[in-house]
């Protein structure tokens, strides 16, 4: 279970950093998700990795919510959007993330990044509302790719699943890839003691 706690840090470590690369090129670039976006999360085809969704099934589980919520996961029928995003809207396209501090590599991303066309050459992917709300700063960020390049993608993620070959080699729609990474922290919890580690972090 150390050894988890252990590779769950380096985790959010790596995290601390993508979020400031990513951020700092969205604002400089004038590329951030519209307030309370978010059709992102409603995506049933976002992945991540066991490795990714580390820091929140530890979370989980230090809160006592890791059983309740493998329980409820397990109950999801088909694909759908992230489990943890919480519609605010009635056609659920406004919302917020109820995990933010835990959130993983993928959804520090969302808004502007980059990524390899198939030429090699730098890319830049955002969706079609900051196409729209942004469109002046979109073309701008797209005439200054060279000089001004995004942060990959690729890298960041990489960056991040690099740190355990065996929990970061898979995608996963992200529902499952939390659901594992919860079995997995249950299963060292009752080798390792159960509850006398959910305070030991
Ligand atoms: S973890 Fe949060 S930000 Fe990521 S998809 Fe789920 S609700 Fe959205």
């Known amino acids: 279970m150390q050894r988890l706690r252990e590779l769950s840090r380096r985790v959010e470590a790596v995290y601390g950093e993508i979020a400031t690369t990513f951020s700092v090129y969205q604002q400089q670039r004038g590329l951030s998700c519209r307030t309370g976006c978010g059709e992102c999360c409603l995506q049933p085809t976002i992945e991540a990795t066991v490795l990714e969704m580390l820091p929140l099934a530890l979370y989980l589980f230090d809160q ?109 729609p992200i529902n499952q890839a939390l659901q594992q990474a919860i079995e997995k922290v249950l299963f060292k919890a009752w080798f390792s003691g159960g509850s006398d580690e959910q305070q030991s972090a």
């Open 64 to 172: 006592g919510k890791a059983e309740q919520t493998l329980t409820q996961l397990e109950t999801l029928t088909g694909p759908q959007g992230c489990f943890f995003y919480q519609k605010l809207s009635f056609d659920g396209k406004q919302g917020q993330c109820s995990v933010y501090q835990q959130r993983p590599s993928i959804c520090r991303l969302f808004g502007a990044a980059g990524y390899r066309d198939k030429n090699g050459k730098t890319a830049l992917s955002t969706c079609k509302i900051i196409k729209l709300d942004q469109a002046h700063a979109y073309q701008e960020s797209l005439i200054a790719l060279e000089s001004d390049p995004p942060p990959l993608m690729i890298m960041a993620k990489e960056q991040v699943n690099e740190l355990d070959y065996e929990l970061g080699k898979q995608h996963l």
